[in-house]
């Protein structure tokens, strides 16, 4: 069965993972169908986080100008990348 992962990043079209080195793209709405158990785990520890899902992150970044909480530095509300990073 497909896992279907997301990636926080604008204009994500897909990625190939290291481990298998198989191609995954993107669909319409930017996830990634993941066939391979092994991939969508090796992708998950990458950053990639699985849809229908709100992970608890124990660092993640906020964006200090629009008050976004993002788990990369990058806010997809105003385009910054200079995000300040927070441990809880």
């Given amino acids: 069965m497909a896992e279907k ?8 079209q ?3 993972s ?3 080195g ?3 793209n993107a669909d319409r709405q930017g996830f990634i169908h993941v066939d ?4 969508a785990a090796y992708l998950k520890k990458g950053g990639y986080l699985p849809t229908g899902a709100m992970p608890h992150l ?3 970044w906020v964006c200090d100008d629009c008050s976004w909480e993002a788990a ?3 806010c997809r509300h105003c385009g910054s990348e200079d995000l300040r990073r927070v441990e809880s």
């Avoid at 992962?5 to 994500?12: I, Q, R, T, Y």
């Avoid at 391979?36 to 991939?39: I, R, V």
Wanted: aromatic share 12%; net charge neutral.
């Fill in 5 to 12: 992962l997301m990636f926080d990043a604008p204009n994500c």
């Fill in 22 to 24: 198989r191609t995954y």
């Fill in 36 to 39: 391979d158990p092994k991939d």
């Fill in 72 to 74: 990369l530095n990058h």
């Fill in 18 to 20: 290291a481990l298998s």
């Fill in 58 to 60: 124990t660092k993640y």
């Fill in 14 to 16: 897909g990625v190939t």
